[in-house]
């Protein structure tokens, strides 16, 4: 689907019946739903498609073409999502995209609201809040306030969500009605409650999203975090009640069933399907409701989806719009969400789908890892740079820094396997390695990188060997000699059979990538089963003795390595080569299979751990 929709729109986005691009909450839904492609695949093209898009609007100082403060519609704010993950890339020009997102930031700092703070959905629309707001503004808030050190703003982030469930809940069914109108004043709201009459599935769908998205940013230890999981969990059983028994699909209207006129909507499908998938995977809800998505999904694709002649696909079934107010006015009844066309293709629908195809895709493999926790370790390597926030943060191999230099792209694929990440910030003792069933350690510091280096003592050797022997698995990844502390980290290796040696090769030189060429051996097909063409630049290769094996050989040299010890296992190579710079497809040569590699062993080190572990 990302692919027929690049061809459709091959150099910009135009949103319905717009004849010219404009800045528009359906470009920053599709951007997102590419985002999510080019993570789950490493291919360099979709993150250049979101870059050329946006630098359509966004200039040198921030400003953004056709975007209109004064406005203060809160449709304005999802694109911003891309702009913060543009700014946190190895870019040379990201300064714009902080300075645009802090434009919509300040947006969203003086955007209207109702008595009780919740957020006018635009300027022309007072004293209303909508469903599709939360959507709108509160993914992108979340984000920001936490990249950009705003703990304050969780409050607020939790309030909006806080005031849909107190006014718009219906209190008998659990549905939640399109938008309440605090003043009363609009004709499509009850006088009692201000809410508007019907409930209409996408509006529905926007606020499920929301939910599940919000929390990957909101801090896990805040003492409102759980209300928003408890709404989520209020809301799952409500939309799997409503999942047509048949079909698997729900109704536009979603409480009126096979009333006259009532259709099986493709956008609120697709929407359901994604938050029932991803709330089961994360574990806000029960397990089971993975099933109600998958239903969902099935009949997504036997019903909605067609093969076009020039070998797209396009998605049928989705609504154009919904709305209330406005001229001509729409007054929120059932007749009226069925007078609103529908279109193949529609954006609304295109990208919910692209999210829920990644949900389901994560699913078939999530059990690999499941239950199994991979540390990083943060003691030997220790080095900081000034964050977005202007603090102090770490960086270099951690699993937190998105630009070229982390880990976060082979983080996330250990994460998509079922894993667990965390970070090991102190030294290997053995209430520190408990629980952990993957332990790397990268790059050991010099005194170049960090001014009080931890050096690997005779003491965190022989912690590691005991949690290797009782079945832990190990990665030792070395790095050229000028910049990994060898000495040391031999010493760990030495107890392996496993020796990096002081030598480099491999130098590339500029763009010459094939001077960083390894080719996988039939004998490292056990562990790369889908990649056979790797880029390791400026590598230590290894020498070995017993227990230790080579794994992969290059040229003579020994280029990966094994050891069995005890019930554990230990991998070793002479380079970091799968930090982001060499799996988001945007560095070297496409011909390199570095993304596929990196998920390759993460499969092969997870299903490493001894069953008794875990």
């Known amino acids: 689907m990302a692919e027929s929709f690049m061809t459709n729109h091959k150099d910009s986005i135009l949103v319905g019946k717009n004849t010219i691009t404009r800045w528009d909450y359906e470009q920053g839904l599709m951007l997102k739903a590419l985002e999510k492609v080019w993570n789950r695949t490493g291919d360099g093209k979709y993150f250049e498609y979101i870059r050329k898009d946006i630098d359509q609007y966004v200039r040198g100082d921030g400003s953004i073409r056709s975007y209109r403060f004064d406005d203060f519609n809160i449709d304005n704010i999802p694109t911003g999502r891309v702009l913060l ?16 997102s802090d434009r919509l930031w300040q947006q969203l700092e003086q955007q209207p609201r109702t008595k009780e703070g919740g957020y006018w959905h635009k300027k022309k629309y007072p004293y209303q809040m909508w469903l599709d707001g939360l959507f709108m503004g509160e993914p992108f808030a979340a984000e920001y306030s936490l990249l950009f050190n705003h703990p304050e703003h969780f409050e607020d982030i939790a309030n909006q969500f806080a005031l849909i469930e107190k006014y718009a809940v219906d209190e008998t069914t659990g549905l939640i009605y399109h938008a309440y109108d605090e003043s009363r004043e609009q004709k499509w709201a009850d006088k009692k409650t201000g809410r508007s009459p019907s409930f209409w599935a996408r509006a529905i769908g926007w606020y499920a999203i929301a939910l599940v998205d919000v929390l990957d940013y909101f801090p896990k230890n805040h003492p409102r975090r759980t209300e928003l999981v408890k709404y989520l969990q209020r809301l799952a059983p409500v939309l799997v009640r409503y999942q047509d028994g048949k079909s698997g699909l729900w109704y536009q209207v979603i409480d009126q069933g096979n009333r006259a006129g009532n259709y099986f909507e493709a956008s609120a499908s697709c929407m359901f ?11 806000y809800i029960t397990e089971n409701y993975a099933a109600d998505a998958r239903r969902g999904y099935n009949a997504i694709l036997a019903n909605f989806i067609e093969e076009e002649a020039n070998g797209t696909i396009s998605l049928n079934k989705t609504v154009s719009v919904g709305g209330l107010g406005g001229n001509p006015y729409r007054d929120g009844s059932y007749a009226y969400y069925l007078s609103e066309p529908i279109r193949k293709n529609d954006l609304k629908g295109l990208g919910p789908f692209i999210f829920a195809s990644v949900e389901m895709e994560i699913a078939a493999e999530y059990g690999i890892g499941k239950g199994k926790t991979v540390g990083l370790d943060y003691h030997f390597n220790h080095e900081f740079r000034k964050g977005p926030a202007g603090t102090e943060e770490a960086f270099h191999y951690t699993w ?9 792209l082979w983080g996330n694929i250990f994460n998509e396997l079922g894993a667990k990440t965390t970070s090991i910030k102190a030294a290997p003792a053995r209430d520190n390695l408990k629980g952990i069933d993957v332990y790397i350690i990268v790059d050991p510091d010099t005194k170049k990188e960090t001014a009080n280096p931890q050096y690997i003592s ?19 990844m070395a790095n050229d000699t000028s910049n990994c502390e060898i000495p040391h980290f031999n010493k760990l290796a030495q107890a392996f059979g496993i020796q990096f040696s002081n030598r480099n090769r491999n130098m590339v030189q ?3 990538f ?4 390894i080719t996988v051996s039939a004998s490292a097909g056990q562990v790369f089963k889908n990649s056979k063409k790797l880029y390791i630049k400026e590598l230590s290769p290894l020498s070995l003795t017993k227990p230790a094996i080579a794994l992969l050989e290059d040229d003579g040299d020994i280029i990966m390595a094994t050891s069995r010890y005890g019930k554990g296992v230990v991998f070793a190579v ?11 497809g945007r560095r ?21 751990v001894p069953k008794r572990n875990q």
């Open 588 to 608: 070297i040569d496409s011909s390199f299979e570095n993304f596929a590699a990196g998920k390759d062993l993460a499969v092969w080190l997870l299903n490493k």
């Open 514 to 517: 094939e001077q960083g060429k």
């Open 574 to 584: 002479g380079d970091p080569w799968l930090y982001n710079e060499y799996l988001d």
């Open 400 to 408: 937190e820094d998105r630009q070229h230099s982390g880990f976060w």
């Open 510 to 512: 500029g763009m010459q």
């Open 273 to 283: 399907v994604y938050a029932l998938a991803k709330g089961a995977r994360m574990g």
């Open 85 to 100: 993950t543009l700014y946190q890339q190895t870019l040379p020009d990201k300064e714009k995209y902080k300075k645009a």
């Open 458 to 476: 005779p003491g965190d050797i022989k912690e590691i060997e005991k949690w290797v022997k009782a079945g832990g698995i190990l990665v030792l």
